[in-house]
């Protein structure tokens, strides 16, 4: 029986007008996220628009696809499967599991064969000899775990305060449609995936030799997310934990976490002209429930960091380059940049008392500019606060904004 394919439109429509074109479209994300699920649902695309396409699809993590090590494997492949006369397609799953994949995509590429499109588990791919070979000759898109409107749809969930929790506690990880949603089982789940990336696209891709150390400093990010950080302290606290970590180390792993698009690097900025300060950042898991599977305690003791994580992924999956904003001695939790506009956005779980707002909303009154700030809050209390062009705006709803 035919798989039901869910549509994910806001992906789709960035990559429907590159169809056809001579460039090839790579897909990047954490595993788990649904890269195989987009490329079903641009296989699908052009089927239905073009019935007469022939299509290739490799699945690097199928047993029949095994025997495809290299790129000569792939172009010996590949040719054996074109037909002539007719408009060939070719899909690639997983193809950093290939060894010097790029150099057939170029040569096919170069010979106009077909339209190629990839999706790939680790950001090294698009480094090092791809960058050389291939620069100017392929898009990357980004594939994140369900937004809070996809985990509406995936589920037939309505949209009300329950379910932001619930999404809040078991994050977006698209195979919990098969499973349920009970906290228990999906747990279990992620731990699985949590063990498959850790494996596979970090110890494994990145040469890791000490696991155990790893495993530690990933339940330290977990603990403290959203907090600023820096090598050298994080190697100073697992020292007092006993765990004896280099700072250099503690640099490399956090470089293969990101890689693996398991964690984002955010940086810090001065706001005037986004100078970027090259110590004290923060890391923000790619999917809520992830990390929640991973917490040494109780998720819901830190809601508030929660939000962040929330706030900033939906800046990510809406094409903002985010920082963390700092000016004199304030702090502004987000600074999204696109296209050249900007918006800043401060994370409270409630402006409880006056202190607080002075505090949230004080923090956006010193930057000058006039574009857009929020507030952004669990609570749905109306009327919601605004002050001097500062909205209050409740999660939920942000949560549910499409950015142009």
Same mark, same amino acid.
Request: with cysteine; aromatic share 12%.
């Given at each position: ?53 022939? #299509? ?8 029949? !696809? ?11 492949? #590949?040719? =054996? ?27 096919? +590429? ?7 499109y990839c999706s790939g588990s680790n950001a090294n791919i698009l480094s090092g000899e791809l960058a050389t070979l291939m620069a100017g000759r392929y898009i990357e898109f980004p594939i994140h775990s ?10 037939? +969930? ?12 078991v994050g977006g990880m698209p195979y919990q449609h098969h499973i349920g949603l009970n906290p228990g089982l999906v747990f279990e789940y992620l731990k699985n995936v949590y063990s498959s990336i850790l ?26 997310? %959203? ?22 180390? #503690? ?20 706001i005037n002209g986004l100078k970027i300060f090259e110590i004290g950042e923060k890391y923000y898991f790619e999917d809520l429930g992830l990390c929640n599977s991973i917490r040494s305690f109780n998720y ?33 939790? !987000?600074?999204?940049?696109?296209? %050249? ?19 949230? !909303? %004080? ?31 409740? =999660?939920?709803? !942000? ?6």
């Amino acid at each position: 029986m035919e798989e039901k394919i869910i549509r994910r439109d806001q992906y789709l429509g960035r990559i429907k007008p590159f169809i056809d074109k001579h460039i090839i479209k790579i897909l990047t994300g954490q595993r788990r996220v649904g890269k195989s699920y987009m490329l079903k649902m641009i296989i699908k695309h052009i089927k239905e628009n073009r019935p007469e396409a022939n #299509v290739i699809y490799i699945d690097k993590e199928l047993e029949k !696809f095994s025997e495809i090590i290299n790129h000569s494997d792939l172009d010996h492949y #590949v040719k =054996l499967k074109l037909i002539q006369g007719k408009p060939n397609y070719l899909f690639i799953d997983e193809v950093q599991e290939i060894m010097d994949f790029q150099r057939c995509l170029r040569s096919l +590429l170069n010979e106009q064969s077909c339209d190629i499109y990839c999706s790939g588990s680790n950001a090294n791919i698009l480094s090092g000899e791809l960058a050389t070979l291939m620069a100017g000759r392929y898009i990357e898109f980004p594939i994140h775990s369900l937004s809070y409107v996809e985990f509406l749809t995936f589920n037939q +969930l309505e949209d009300k305060i329950e379910n932001l929790e619930l999404y809040l506690t078991v994050g977006g990880m698209p195979y919990q449609h098969h499973i349920g949603l009970n906290p228990g089982l999906v747990f279990e789940y992620l731990k699985n995936v949590y063990s498959s990336i850790l494996l596979r696209d970090v110890v494994s891709r990145e040469g890791i030799r000490n696991v155990s150390l790893l495993e530690n400093l990933v339940a330290y990010l977990a603990d403290n997310t %959203g907090s600023v950080f820096s090598a050298q302290n994080i190697s100073k606290y697992l020292k007092s934990q006993r765990v004896n970590i280099p700072t250099q180390t #503690v640099i490399n792993y956090l470089k293969a976490l990101t890689n693996s698009y398991f964690i984002h690097k955010v940086a810090r900025a001065d706001i005037n002209g986004l100078k970027i300060f090259e110590i004290g950042e923060k890391y923000y898991f790619e999917d809520l429930g992830l990390c929640n599977s991973i917490r040494s305690f109780n998720y819901r003791s830190d809601i508030g960091k929660l939000m962040e994580n929330a706030v900033y992924m939906q800046l990510l999956r809406n094409g903002f380059r985010v920082f963390v904003g700092k000016f004199q001695d304030k702090e502004i939790d !987000f600074i999204g940049e696109k296209n %050249g506009e900007r918006l800043y956005v401060q994370v409270c779980y409630a402006l409880f008392d006056e202190v607080t707002i002075q505090r949230e !909303f %004080g923090n956006l009154m010193t930057v000058a500019d006039n574009y857009p700030k929020y507030v952004i809050t669990m609570d749905m209390i109306k009327p919601l606060n605004t002050f001097k062009g500062i909205q209050q705006m409740p =999660l939920r709803d !942000f949560l549910k904004m499409e950015f142009l």
